[in-house]
């Protein structure tokens, strides 16, 4: 059986052992026929957000799990909630922050969102690597942050 959406960490994700898990799972996708693949693989927010990530390049993934799945998930791994590092209340915090900052001009469309982007294209033959990837990204983003400052008239 094909699992039709996978969910991995995002090639932008802080932690290296985060990063090393996408490439090898990405490796092992590419080897797979197209017939086999998944039709969706999603690189999300894990350690780090995608905030900075241009609005057209974003994915947004509404979490319409009961309120308690997440706690409840995490509880699982309980390196992940004991010793003061609260997890669980940080990524729902974070997941209902992209719920209400994902526009100021139209009420929230989901009461939490995880952000992720595409890495489907990643699959395909000729596909950047993950460097590649991410660097497209931060130009990207570096040009709508210069130009909107150079449209406020400013240096």
């Known amino acids: ?10 090639p932008a994700d802080r932690h ?15 080897q797979l026929p197209a017939t086999s693949r998944p039709k969706e693989v999603y690189g999300c ?10 609005s057209s390049k974003i994915v947004r993934l509404p979490c319409t799990a009961p309120e308690d799945f997440g706690p409840s998930l995490l509880r699982c ?9 609260r997890y669980d209340l940080a990524s729902a915090g974070r997941r209902r922050a992209q719920a209400t900052f994902a526009d100021a001009y139209t009420p929230d469309q989901a009461p939490e969102v995880v952000l992720a982007l595409d890495l489907l294209p990643l699959l395909e033959s000729g596909a950047p690597s993950l460097a590649q990837f991410v660097s497209s990204l931060i130009n990207e983003f570096r040009q709508q942050a210069t130009d909107r400052i150079k449209r406020i008239g400013s240096a």
């Open 77 to 85: 791994f309980r390196s992940q909630v004991e010793g003061g590092k």
């Open 45 to 54: 927010e894990v350690w780090g957000d995608l905030d900075w990530v241009p």
């Open 1 to 10: 059986m094909v699992p039709e959406v996978v969910y991995l960490h995002n």
């Open 16 to 30: 290296e052992t985060h990063l090393a898990v996408l490439s090898a799972s990405l490796a092992a996708l590419r």
